[in-house]
C-alpha cells in the first residue's frame, strides 16, 4: 500500500498535532488509512428541501426546509437559559431552539434573510421543534452536491472543529488523492462473479458520494472484503484446530448403547435424530477433538440425542457429563435421563448447588474413582473440586448462557480435552453460526417428532382477559392443563413477586377451589418447594401452573394445552418462543396467549406480530436478530472481537454467504495461497490477522 497511508494524521492537510491526538483518542484514527476507514454513517440529500406542513409524516427523520425567521425570543434564566426563534416557509412555522451559544446566534438570526435550515424535529407536547438546526443563509443554490456524507463526532472533536463537516473536510481531501494508491486485493473472477466494484473506487464514492446508488455499491464492496477476511480467518483457524487436536477415540458404538437401542428406547428417533447422531458417532471416533453445535427447535428431541451420545462414552469406558444453565433443568434432565437408563447397569448422579456438603463428598469419590458414568448438573460441574476418573464427552445444554471462560474450564478435565456437545434450542440463524462458530461443526435437528399439533397463537389486550378466562375453562373442562407465566426482571424481584402474587389472586378468585387446583413456582422459593409444585402439575393433580420465567427452559407436561404469557410485551422474542415450546406436545390442540397492555414499543409490536404469524423457530431467531443485534445475542464479548465497520451480520446475510463461499473456494482451490491472482489477498489476510486478538479458544 501506498505510504501515503501510513502517513502520521497530524502530517495531513488541516490536521496538526491537536486535532490529531483527538482524531486518535476520540476515533481511534492514527494516519490516513484510519481516516479514510472512517466511513460516514449515513448520506443527506441536500438537493431537496422538505416542507414544514410535511414533518409529522416523517417520522423524526431530518428535513432540509428553506423560510425565514419571524420571531426570536429569550426564556428561562441561568442554567435553564434558551434561545427560541420561530422559522416559517410557505407552509406553515416550527420552533427553533438553542440550549446553548445563544448569543452568538441570535446574532446570525436576522429577519427576512432567507435560510436554509437543516435538523431533526423531535415532538414535545405535541408539537414539533428543531433543537440546535444547522442554519445558514440560503445562497440561491443547493448545497453543491446531491448528496452529503454524515460522519460520526463527539463532544471533544466538535471543539477542535471536527464536527461532522469538519471531518467530511478532512476525508473529502484525501479522497480525492487515491488515484492509483489502492492496489486490488480480490481476484478479477470474485469481482466479475458478485459485480462488485473496485476498492479504490468504493473508497472515493463511500467519501465523495455521486449518488445513493453509487453509495450502495461502495458500500457492497467493502462489505464484502471485511466478510471475507473475516471467513478466511474463521476457515483457517479452523483447519489448524483440526489439525492439531487429536482428541479420545471411541472406537465402538459399546455395550451401553447397542442394548439400550436394541431394547429400552421408547420412540422411533426421527430422521434428524439419527442423522446428527451418525454425525456425532462419526466425530467421536475420528481421532479428532468433536467441538460440535447441535441446533434443535425447542421440543425436537435433543436430551434423546445427548443421552445416546453420552452412552457411546460409556460404553468406550469414558465418563461423560451433562451440563444445564438452572437448576430446575438440571434436576429434569437427572429424572429424564436416571428413568430413561434404569434398565442399564449406569450410574447416573447429579450435582448443582444445593447439593449438600455431605452428599458432595461421597459423590466426588465416586466420581474420581469412575463409579459414576455419567454425572448431570449445573456449572457447579466446572468447579475445580469436581474431578473425574476419566472424563471423555461434555454435553451442555442451552449454550448460550455459558461464557466462554466458563467452557475453556472444561477443557482442563482431563488431560486432553473432553469432546464437546452444545446444544441450543434458540436456532442461531445461518449466517450468525457460520460466524461466531465458524470453528464448530454444526448439526441440525430440523424436524420435530410425530404427533405436535400447531399452537395457535394469539394477541389479547388486558381488556379481554374474560374471553381468555373462559378459554382456560373450557380447555380445563377437557382435561387439560395451563401455565400462567410472569416476567421475571431481575433488577426488580420484590416487584415480579408482588405482580406474581396479585395475578395468583386474581386467578384464584375466578378459578377456585376446589373446582380447580393451582400450583405456584417462582424464584424465591426454596428448592424443594419449587420441585413438588413443579411435580404435582407434571402429574395433573394441578390444573393451573402460574409462575415466573422458571420454567422457561426443558420443562415437560404433554397434557398441558393453554400457555398464557402475562405482560408478554416485556418478554424477548427467543424467550417467547420458548414459553410457547412448553405446549403442543400432546394434546390436540394447543393455544399460546401473549397478554399486554395497551401501550406497546414499535419493536414490542414487532415481536408479537411475529409470535403470531410463525412457530418456525429459524425465522423468530432471524427477526431476533434483527432486533437485538448479535452483540446482544451472542454476548458483547464475542461480538467485540468480530470488530465489523461496515457488514451487519443481522442485515447482511447474503453477502455473508457470499463470502463464506468465496472463501472456501479460494482456500479449497489454493490453500496456501500461492496462485498469483492471490498474492495481493495473501498480504491483505496477513495484515488482518496481525490485528486480531487470538481468539481460537472461543468455543
Ligand atoms: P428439546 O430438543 O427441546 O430438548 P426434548 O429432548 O425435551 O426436546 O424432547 C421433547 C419431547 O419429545 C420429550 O417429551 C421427548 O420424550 C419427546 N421425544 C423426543 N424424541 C422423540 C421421538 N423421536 N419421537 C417421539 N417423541 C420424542
Ligand atoms: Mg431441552
Redesign the pocket.
Known amino acids: 500500500m501506498d505510504n501515503l497511508f501510513k502517513t502520521p494524521i497530524e502530517y495531513l492537510k488541516g490536521v496538526g498535532p491537536e486535532r490529531g491526538s483527538v482524531l486518535t483518542s476520540e476515533a481511534g484514527i492514527e494516519n490516513a488509512w484510519d481516516l479514510l476507514n472512517y466511513f460516514p454513517f449515513r448520506y443527506v440529500d441536500r438537493s431537496k428541501y422538505h416542507q414544514i406542513i410535511d414533518i409529522p409524516a416523517m417520522e423524526g427523520r431530518a428535513v432540509q426546509l428553506k423560510g425565514t425567521i419571524t420571531g426570536v425570543r429569550e426564556t428561562g434564566v441561568g442554567r435553564a437559559k434558551r434561545l427560541q426563534a420561530t422559522f416559517q416557509d410557505q407552509s406553515g412555522t416550527i420552533d427553533l431552539i438553542w440550549f446553548k451559544g445563544a448569543k452568538w446566534i441570535k446574532d446570525k438570526l436576522k429577519p427576512g434573510v432567507l435560510f436554509r435550515l437543516y435538523g431533526k424535529p423531535t415532538l414535545f407536547k405535541s408539537t414539533y421543534n428543531i433543537a440546535h438546526p444547522e442554519i445558514t443563509p440560503f445562497n440561491g443554490v443547493a448545497h453543491e452536491k446531491g448528496l452529503q456524507a454524515v460522519y460520526n463526532s463527539t463532544e471533544k472533536l466538535t471543539k477542535k472543529g471536527l464536527h461532522t463537516k469538519g471531518i467530511e473536510k478532512l476525508t473529502y481531501q484525501l479522497a480525492s488523492e487515491i488515484k492509483g494508491k489502492i492496489p486490488e486485493f480480490l481476484p478479477l473472477s470474485v469481482l466479475q462473479q458478485y459485480n462488485l466494484i473496485s476498492r479504490e473506487q468504493a473508497y472515493r464514492n463511500i467519501h465523495i458520494p455521486p449518488s445513493f446508488e453509487a453509495v450502495q455499491k461502495a458500500q457492497i464492496r467493502i462489505k464484502f472484503e471485511e466478510l471475507l477476511l473475516l471467513q478466511m480467518e474463521l476457515l483457517l483457524r479452523k483447519n489448524i484446530n483440526l489439525q492439531k487436536s487429536s482428541g479420545y477415540v471411541f472406537r465402538q458404538t459399546g455395550a451401553y448403547f447397542d442394548e439400550f437401542y436394541a431394547a429400552h428406547i421408547?420412540?422411533?428417533?426421527?430422521n434428524a435424530?439419527k442423522r446428527v447422531t451418525k454425525e456425532i458417532r462419526k466425530d467421536l471416533r475420528s481421532g479428532k477433538h468433536m467441538n460440535r453445535l447441535l441446533q434443535?427447535?425447542?421440543?425436537?428431541?435433543?436430551?434423546?440425542v445427548a443421552v445416546l451420545s453420552m452412552l457411546f462414552g460409556v460404553g468406550n469406558n469414558f465418563q461423560s457429563a451433562l451440563m444445564a444453565p438452572t437448576e430446575i433443568l438440571a434436576k429434569q434432565h437427572y429424572q429424564t435421563i436416571k428413568e430413561l437408563l434404569a434398565p442399564l447397569d449406569i450410574e447416573v448422579a447429579l450435582l448443582t448447588g444445593s447439593t449438600k456438603k455431605s452428599e458432595r463428598k461421597i459423590l466426588f469419590e465416586a466420581l474420581s474413582k469412575g463409579e459414576i458414568h455419567i454425572l448431570i448438573g449445573t456449572h457447579a460441574l466446572l468447579e475445580p473440586t469436581v474431578v473425574f476418573k476419566n472424563l471423555g464427552l461434555v454435553v451442555i445444554d442451552e449454550q448460550h448462557r455459558f461464557g466462554v471462560a466458563q467452557r475453556a474450564k472444561l477443557w482442563k478435565k482431563n488431560t486432553k480435552p473432553p469432546h464437546v456437545l452444545v446444544?441450543t434450542?434458540t436456532p442461531i440463524p445461518r449466517t450468525l453460526a457460520m460466524t461466531f462458530y465458524g470453528d464448530l461443526d454444526v448439526s441440525v435437528?430440523d424436524e420435530l417428532?410425530?404427533?405436535r399439533k400447531p399452537i395457535n397463537t394469539m394477541h389479547f389486550f388486558e381488556k379481554s382477559r374474560l374471553k381468555v378466562f373462559d378459554l382456560i375453562k373450557k380447555e380445563i373442562a377437557l382435561g387439560r392443563q395451563v401455565y400462567i407465566v410472569y416476567p421475571l426482571i431481575q433488577e426488580s424481584e420484590t416487584m415480579d413477586y408482588k405482580n406474581l402474587m396479585e395475578g395468583y389472586e386474581a386467578i384464584s378468585r375466578s378459578f377456585p377451589r376446589p373446582k380447580y387446583q393451582m400450583s405456584i413456582v417462582h424464584g424465591q422459593m426454596k428448592a424443594d418447594d419449587k420441585a413438588y409444585e413443579m411435580e404435582q402439575f407434571a402429574k395433573g393433580h394441578t390444573d393451573i401452573m402460574v409462575a415466573t420465567t422458571v420454567i422457561e427452559v426443558?420443562v415437560?407436561v404433554?397434557n398441558a394445552s393453554v400457555m398464557i404469557i402475562e405482560s408478554s410485551e416485556r418478554f424477548g422474542i427467543s424467550q417467547l418462543h420458548q414459553l410457547r415450546?412448553r405446549v403442543g406436545?400432546g394434546a390436540e390442540k394447543s393455544y399460546c396467549i401473549l397478554m399486554t397492555g395497551e401501550k406497546l414499543s414499535q419493536e414490542g409490536k414487532k415481536r408479537l406480530q411475529t409470535m403470531v404469524a410463525t412457530n418456525d423457530g429459524f425465522k423468530i431467531a432471524e427477526v431476533d436478530l434483527e432486533i437485538r443485534g448479535p452483540g446482544d445475542i451472542m454476548g458483547t464479548q464475542q461480538s467485540g472481537i468480530l470488530n465489523l465497520k461496515l457488514a451487519d451480520l443481522a442485515r447482511d446475510g447474503q453477502l455473508v454467504s457470499a463470502a463464506r463461499q468465496t472463501a472456501r473456494d479460494i482456500l479449497e482451490e489454493d490453500p496456501s495461497l500461492v496462485q498469483s491472482e492471490h498474492q495481493n489477498l495473501k498480504i491483505e489476510l496477513k495484515r488482518h490477522l496481525k490485528s486480531k486478538p487470538n481468539w481460537s479458544k472461543i468455543s
Do not use: C, H, Y
Open positions: 421408547p420412540f422411533e428417533l426421527t435424530q434443535g427447535d425447542v421440543g425436537s428431541g435433543k436430551t434423546l446444544m434450542a435437528i417428532p410425530p404427533g426443558g415437560n404433554p415450546g406436545r
